[in-house]
């Protein structure tokens, strides 16, 4: 259609027509890149089927995938022709980029890993495609109003420009309800209808799928019992909303059904596309389930084999647990699914039946050994009227993962120690990953542009040659040119900042961000109340006159998670003091970024010179915010936790800010129940007055309630030690100062953490799983 500038701008120029106002070029805009993906996309699904490829479904109820436009410029390679063309079409490409929704379909890390894990997959020319929900609205909008978090929500499918295709002729029944005996009658169907969307990968020809299922009415007849009206609306219910939590469980019934919905429709499409007998699927398909909550494609699996395909119980046991495999993404209890036996007995009888009969075999298997109470307790699928999904994920798995080596220690030895003991060989780690080119070659052209001119451009397709930088650690027009592009990249961010935010943000000062979903273990609130301390340091020592710091917050709370609520309020409250203080701001400044996305990431880890991750130690499972950040240059100051681990492996200690009591250290205390939070503050007269102020609630505005701060603090004995960590934190934040006078080694390590990323590139953690895993093969969408 187009290869040149020149040929864009007339055939842009074409369809346009005479309406040139930025609603309509960039509506043409993504027409024209449809039109251009759209051979290659058909082309790549006939070459998967009729060379009968094995294939992988990556089944996740998050898709945190940004906004597409941009990138998929950039993987057709067309990126510089078209922004440059549209410039000189008198249009702006990042106006257009700006007109486009992002599509919220994820919370937070899951959700995003999921996304890079499509674009790896699509990069290295892999077979792997994601099945999902195409929920009609995404994760709500975020608004501050005075101080507190409002949620309000979001329909993207009202507004997107239809990056999608749906496909009627896929169409499948879901079955819910009814009753199993003498025969399973009475069921609600429900249809399924896909729509999917092209993962284009980087400059090759594969555009792999990622799949959304929509709930709609089914025509088929609905049970005699069963109202038209209310069977409609619960229908449309399935993929309305996606659930806000993020490392938290709501344990609602409609949950339970997007799950199975999605998990339901996946599978029966796999089989039914199946080019070979369905014994050799195991050879055919690989699927992996992101966390528990696609869990139940276990079960839904063996009924299709068993009631559809008329397998016997041990060889539909067999091709299943040849199947599937699992990532698990947390080690929180409320995190945990566990779903109460009747209500999947009432809302999936047939597939109850079959996790029973799982669990009863399971059992049966363990009576040959001598098992403690409590070991076989840790065993059980089914316990206490619950089904314990991690442990039917496991069962049910031929590989299971973490996704970090720290994450995946204490998987193996301590949360699943004993299911560890049972399936030693299915255990294994898969370290996180993130996609170098949304968050570096998009997010940060400026310095791909200079790391492109001082070691070549190999890098861009083996991100692992970004160690070619360590040669510039101490090259001073490196560090120089470096140095420029964070100020290129700290004003940007400035210039789309300053609409929303009234107090002037000084570009020399040191941005330190902590963006990330509010939750008690990312311990946002030993970050403010430090902030809190340094303060008041200021106005008590008139020596204390630090170097200028702006503290960046973002991200959203579980709407019903009270605590995390609180906090982004204290977070306001002491900004809005701290902003409008002459003496102080000029030191140190704060920041809340509104409805924090992936869009919004984009601008931000570019712009960071210190990247929060603060995590209680043993509780981040990885973390990928933290590569993003290290691949931007910025310096973590963080616990030994998740990723950050092999972070501090990489660069070597003095290129990180590390404090904090160690994972062993928390578990211990957790184990022996001796930390005692009320001592802390009796040994410290600093967090003394500070926890005094916060409590009698001189620190608050008057409208703020921190009642659960409180609880949390002092009646829960501070669960996540925030004020045991407290002085280390601080001390940690009086040495980054200190570093960053000395501008020549600072920038030395900005250089060494960027040269030692690309091992986090999520192209590593793909072909890893492929490898280890998938045993994809690599094939080339030639023609
Ligand atoms: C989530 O984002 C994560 C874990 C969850 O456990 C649920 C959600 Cl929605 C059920 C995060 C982890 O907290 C984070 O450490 C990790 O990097 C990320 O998943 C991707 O693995």
Redesign the pocket.
């Known amino acids: 259609m187009f290869y040149s500038k020149e040929e864009f701008k007339e055939e842009f120029t074409k369809r346009l027509g005479q309406d040139k106002v930025p609603q309509t070029a960039y509506a043409v805009l993504g027409a024209m890149m449809k039109e251009l993906l759209e051979e290659d996309w058909v082309k790549t699904n006939q070459l998967y089927t009729e060379s009968k490829v094995k294939q992988l479904y990556y089944i996740s109820i ?1 898709f945190l995938i940004g906004r597409m436009l941009v990138q998929n410029l950039h993987s057709l390679g067309i990126f510089t022709i078209v922004q440059e063309g549209l410039q000189e079409l008198g249009f702006n490409l990042e106006e257009l980029e700006e007109m486009e929704p992002e599509p919220g379909l994820g ?5 995003r ?1 999921a996304a890079c894990f499509m674009d790896s997959l699509a990069a290295l020319q892999l077979p792997g495609h994601g099945c999902g929900i195409r929920y009609k609205g995404g994760l709500f909008t975020q608004q501050i109003e005075n101080g507190f978090q409002t949620e309000y929500p979001t329909d993207w499918l009202r507004e997107i420009e239809g990056w999608e295709k749906r496909r009627d002729d896929l169409a499948v029944e879901i079955p819910f309800y009814g009753r199993l005996h003498p025969r399973h009658t009475d069921i609600e169907w429900v249809k399924a209808v896909p729509y999917d969307m092209p993962i284009v990968g980087a400059s090759g020809r594969t555009v792999n799928t990622l799949r959304l299922w929509q709930a709609e009415v089914s025509e088929r007849p609905l049970p005699a019992y069963k109202d038209f009206n209310e069977y409609t609306l619960e229908t449309a219910a399935i993929s309305d909303r996606l659930y806000p ?3 938290l469980v709501t344990g609602k019934i409609l949950r339970l059904k997007q799950q199975y919905f999605m998990c339901s429709a996946s599978l029966q499409t796999i089989i039914k596309t199946l080019p070979g007998p369905v014994h050799e699927l195991p050879h055919q398909v690989a699927i992996q389930i992101n ?1 528990t909550h696609p869990a139940i494609a276990i079960p839904e699996l063996m009924r299709i084999l068993l009631d559809e395909e008329g397998l016997e119980w041990e060889e539909a046991w067999n091709i299943t647990t040849h199947t599937i495999s699992y990532t698990n ?2 080690i ?1 209890g409320e ?1 945990m699914e566990k779903w109460d036996s009747h209500l999947l007995a009432s809302l999936v009888p047939r597939v109850y039946e079959i996790i029973h009969e799982i669990d009863r075999r399971f059992k049966e298997q363990l009576q040959e050994q001598v098992l403690k109470e409590q070991e076989f307790k840790k065993l059980s699928i089914i316990d206490d009227g619950l089904v314990k999904m991690a442990v039917l994920a496991v069962v049910g798995s031929y590989k299971v993962n973490g ?1 970090a080596e720290l994450h995946t220690d204490i998987l193996k030895n301590r949360e699943m120690k004993e299911l560890y003991r049972q399936f030693p060989g299915k255990f294994h780690n898969k370290t ?1 990953g993130i996609t170098h080119r949304r968050w570096l070659i998009k997010a940060n052209p400026e310095l791909t542009q200079l790391i492109t001119q001082s070691i070549g451009d190999d890098w861009l397709k083996k991100p692992i040659l970004l160690n070619d930088l360590n040669k510039f650690i101490i090259d001073a027009s490196f560090q120089e040119a470096l140095k420029e592009v964070k100020r290129a990249k700290k004003n940007q961010l400035i210039a789309h900042v300053e609409k929303s935010w009234d107090s002037p943000i000084d570009p020399l000062s040191i941005f330190d961000i902590h963006i990330k ?1 509010f939750h008690g273990y990312k311990r946002q609130l030993m970050n403010i109340l430090h902030i809190q301390s340094l303060y008041d340091r200021i106005k008590e020592d008139s020596t204390y006159r630090p170097y200028p710091r702006t503290f960046f917050f973002g991200g959203k709370a579980a709407p019903g998670y009270e605590f995390a609520k609180q906090v982004i309020k204290l977070i306001n409250v002491i900004a809005a003091k701290v902003n409008q203080d002459p003496l102080v701001r000029s030191h140190i400044h704060i920041v809340f970024i509104e409805n924090y996305n992936v869009s919004h990431g984009e601008r931000m880890f570019p712009a960071a010179d210190i990247s929060e991750q603060i995590s209680t130690a043993s509780k ?5 915010g933290n590569m993003k950040f290290m691949m931007n240059g910025a310096i973590t100051l963080g616990t030994l936790d ?1 990723a950050n681990v092999e972070i501090v492996e990489r660069v070597g200690k003095e290129n990180a800010f590390i404090f904090g009591l160690h994972s062993q250290q928390i578990m211990l205390l957790e184990k022996h129940k001796n930390y005692r939070a009320q001592e802390v503050i009796e040994q410290s007269p600093e967090l003394k007055s500070l926890m005094a102020r916060l409590l009698s609630g001189e620190l608050s505005d008057g409208t703020e309630n921190i009642s659960f701060i409180r609880n949390q603090l002092v009646d829960l004995n501070d669960p996540y030690f925030v004020l045991k960590d407290f002085h280390s934190y601080a001390a940690m934040h009086e040495k980054v100062l200190a570093s960053y006078e000395d501008q020549g080694n600072w920038q030395g390590m900005s250089v060494r953490n960027i040269a030692e990323s690309g091992i986090f590139s999520s192209d590593r953690t793909i072909q890893q799983y492929s490898d280890d895993v998938w045993d994809l093969k690599k094939i080339l969408n030639v023609y």
């Open positions: 998050e919370n937070g890390g899951l959700g890993l939590d993020d490392s966390d993404h947390t929180l995190a996704v996180n979903r981040e499972a990885s973390g990928t998740g």
